[in-house]
């Protein structure tokens, strides 16, 4: 009888999501360990990396690659006085971070799109933190970014001596949780924030052709949220194809006029004993955002009660979407004695998990 043939390994990289990635950073880049992240396009890689700047008290550098020569690198060779030698100078970025004196973060932005003479020549300040005869300070912490072979992006591959110079390199994968809880701290219309829960998988659609437009993700959903109360009514859809491709489009044209029919937030905080409760998840998900952009020191206690209802209507997920997305945009609503008093009740167990 035959052994059975080995099993073949097949590599793979552990998937991150944006909330696990801004724990993981905040921890590598006080400890001096640079990072590799690795994604599709437009997924918020250089946006959480400009968040941890922030937390951990770091300046940010951000350089391109892509459109780098090896010498902004290395620096560039200057002869000596009577010709017999030559140093390497450092300008531009190389310069800025050599003679930085605050702790630092050098982003390398887009580093598998940059020629492998360029990544050969990250190689040596990666590892050794010198080029030649300059020396990078210790507070200085390398983190880069790529997008993935697959992902039509122009990406030809990272030098097997450059990747190992990273301590680890993760893949990010936005998650809808993660990115309604950013949309709901940067004031995104909650009307957007409900169609995303409502279509997760819209949260970001892979490119599959190479025609110029665009597709679903995280970035161009926020294109959207900036065009959104921007842009004439008539407008409307074709500004929203041009950020997210026709088909998202039109889904959203879609929920909207689903949303702009609902009662008002006023409407609902008027009776929240009485107010009619949507049956449809698209309603749900869109009075839901409403409310909680509505949500006020001076109305929360109503928009509880309302709340309450849909608890024992059994709508227990949406409830806590609510009361989530409320206290997220507007913390101080955690110190209302409404909110106090009712975390003793049955939005006390959704806020718990229970």
């Not at 300059?134 to 450059?162: E, M, Y």
């Not at 701290?185 to 924030?193: F, S, T």
């Not at 074709?238 to 929920?255: C, D, I, K, P």
Request: hydrophobic share 40%.
């Amino acid at each position: 009888m035959n052994a059975p043939a080995p099993a073949t390994a097949v590599a793979t990289r552990p998937t991150v999501t944006p909330s696990q990635l801004t724990e993981l950073l905040t921890a590598y880049i006080p400890a001096r360990l640079p990072v590799l992240i690795t994604g599709s396009p437009g997924i918020g890689k250089s946006d959480i990396v400009e968040q941890v700047a922030i937390a951990t008290g770091h300046d940010l550098l951000i350089s391109h690659p892509v459109v780098e020569d090896p010498t902004d690198s290395k620096g560039l060779p200057f002869p000596s006085d009577d010709g017999s030698t030559a140093k390497h100078l450092p300008f531009g970025d190389l310069e800025l971070a050599m003679n930085s004196t605050k702790p630092l973060i050098w982003f390398l932005d887009d580093l598998g799109q940059a020629s492998p003479a360029v990544q050969a020549a990250k190689m040596q300040l990666l590892l050794a933190r010198r080029v030649g005869d300059h020396k990078l300070p210790p507070h200085v912490t390398f983190v880069a970014a790529t997008n993935r072979r697959s992902d039509n992006a122009g990406v030809t591959g990272i030098l097997d001596p450059v990747i190992s110079r990273f301590a680890t390199v993760v893949e990010l994968q936005p998650t809808i949780r993660d990115w309604s809880e950013w949309a709901s701290r940067n004031n995104v219309p909650p009307e957007l924030i409900a169609f995303v829960r409502f279509r997760p998988d819209l949260l970001s659609v892979r490119k599959t052709t190479r025609d110029i437009e665009n597709s679903p993700s995280p970035r161009s959903w926020g294109f959207v949220a900036k065009t959104m109360g921007v842009v004439p009514s008539a407008l409307e859809l074709v500004s929203f194809t041009g950020s997210v491709g026709e088909g998202a489009a039109l889904e959203l044209a879609s929920f909207l006029q689903i949303y702009r029919q609902l009662a008002s937030p006023d409407a609902i905080l008027l009776n929240p004993e009485t107010a009619a409760i949507p049956d449809q998840p698209a309603a749900l998900y869109a009075t839901c955002a409403a409310l909680a952009n509505y949500a006020s020191e001076s109305n929360f206690d109503r928009i509880l009660t309302y709340t309450n209802r849909m608890i024992h209507e059994e709508h227990r997920e949406f409830a806590a979407l609510l009361v989530r997305d409320a206290t997220k945009r507007t913390p101080a609503l955690q110190n209302n004695h409404a909110f106090i008093r009712a975390q003793g009740g049955a939005i006390g167990d959704i806020i718990q998990g229970r």
